[in-house]
């Protein structure tokens, strides 16, 4: 197995396959009882997030305890931080105190690829800034083969913010090895200029967008990292751009990495539809997490 997850190019394909299957393997673990495969004990896994997080954080949390490892769990706020200390003193003293792998987010790009060249442990990326988020384009993958059984030949549209989804960037590089056609869908403001020279076509109306698309991954307005809103307002971004009920055709899976808008880029009306599988994710997501962890760990 790989020694670090930076990103998406970190996995060959037959790496990405064994992981999905891994996944099926601690899904199942999950659904017994005892809910633990105990194959970590021993090790310690430290959770260093500077940016905000609910359920990439917990996952990660709960995953490493399903196996069994301990979790050491670092914010940025109330930390030494604020006193000077930088981020790689920082991990260093965390690494001193006995930590087997570091699970990152951060706001600056290439925070994990940083840290992997200076820790002697794996470094898994949970989010770098508006770069990549690997672990959670693993898991909407792992969310649509669980559903369809498949992912060679679907077709997946993708609607929201482009520009500062760092899961849009990962789903760009995880869809040509695995088989996945996109479908890309933004106002123009937020396409980043060189993904019309991808090969995946993009769209500028929702209708156009998901037609034909076996599933819909709606991403949040990432306004923290927005100067201006996508249009001229953010009123303006949901009268154009909401995914509605009449956008979804039955069979269509809808997804979201959370966390939801509701009555921005989902209607609220979509929280009870059948097509929705976002809690299904969540779920998926500590299987994956599961996954990494062992491969990293012990693969
Ligand atoms: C995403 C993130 O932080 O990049 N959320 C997540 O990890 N589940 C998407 C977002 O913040 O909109």
Known sequence: MVRHLRGIRDL???QIQQLYELADRFLE???????KAPALTGKTIALLFFESSTRTRLSFELAAKRLGADVLNFSAAGSSLSKGE?????ALNILAMGVDAFVVRHGGVGTAYFLAQHLPVPVINAGDGTNEHPTQALLDTYTLRRHFGRLEGLTLAIIGDL???RVALSHLLLAPQIGLSLRLCAPPSLVPPLWYRVGFPIYHQVASAVQGADALLVLRMQKERQKNPPLASWEEYARFYQVKPE???EGQVLMHPGPV??????????METSSNRILDQVLYG??????ILYALLRG
């Open 12 to 14: 060959t394909l037959s």
């Open 29 to 35: 673990v999950l659904q017994q009882p005892s809910r």
């Open 86 to 90: 930088t981020l790689l003193d920082t």
């Open 163 to 165: 520009l500062h989804s």
């Open 247 to 249: 956008h979804l055709t």
């Open 261 to 270: 808008n509701w009555g921005v880029e989902l209607h609220p009306a979509l």
């Open 286 to 291: 500590v299987a994956i997490r599961m996954a």
